[in-house]
């Protein structure tokens, strides 16, 4: 067992918990912050993702002994700052979502990505949210809501954002 303090959405935390319990867990057991899902285990998904320092990370990935000292910030913080809410408008009206699994992570990278002092262009931010898989609705929406947050790069048109259903 090890004492571990860290922030977790702006407040201050204490846990006595095993050195490798992961990060995924505690949030989910022990804080009821349900938004990281448990997908492939392995950092392949972001389902789990959340901020570690203001950074992405899978919380799938990071045991207890790395986040002491830490500032952790999940989805549930996220989705109330109205910083994120382009990100989620992008999403909700490009119809990237479905089932919703992978909406939290998703919101946590393309936020992240969007709050930058100089955020990517379209397509680099397409790459950098390729490690975001989605499982149900198929990345047109996705890339639609992408195309929509970010600067499409220099001489190529943003694909116009289409109603939710319509086919892409
Ligand atoms: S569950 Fe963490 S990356 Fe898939
Ligand atoms: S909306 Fe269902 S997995 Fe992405």
């Given at each position: 067992?090890?004492?571990?303090?860290?922030h977790l959405n702006g407040e201050p935390v204490r846990?006595?918990?095993?050195?490798?319990?992961?990060?995924?867990?505690?949030?989910r057991e022990d804080f009821g912050l349900t938004a990281a899902k448990p997908g492939c285990a392995i950092g392949r998904c972001g389902?789990?993702?959340?901020?570690?320092?203001?950074?992405?990370a899978n919380a799938c990935l990071l045991l207890a002994l790395r986040i002491h000292g830490r500032s952790v910030r999940t989805y549930e913080?996220?989705?109330?700052?109205?910083?994120?809410?382009p990100v989620r408008d992008a999403l909700a009206e490009g119809g990237g979502l479905q089932c919703g699994y992978c909406t939290p992570g998703m919101v946590m990278t393309l936020a992240?990505?969007?709050?930058?002092?100089?955020?990517p262009d379209a397509p680099?931010?397409?790459?950098?949210?390729?490690?975001?898989?989605c499982r149900?609705?198929?990345?047109?929406?996705?890339?639609?809501?992408?195309?929509?947050?970010?600067e499409p790069a220099e001489g190529s048109a943003a694909t116009p954002i289409r109603p939710c259903?319509?086919?892409?």
């Open positions: 067992m090890i004492d571990i303090e860290f846990l006595r918990c095993p050195a490798d319990r992961r990060l995924l867990d505690i949030l389902a789990c993702m959340i901020w570690l320092d203001d950074a992405p913080a996220v989705c109330r700052d109205p910083a994120s809410q992240h990505l969007h709050q930058l002092p100089e955020p680099a931010a397409r790459e950098l949210a390729s490690a975001n898989l149900c609705t198929g990345y047109g929406g996705i890339r639609r809501a992408i195309e929509r947050l970010f259903g319509d086919p892409a």
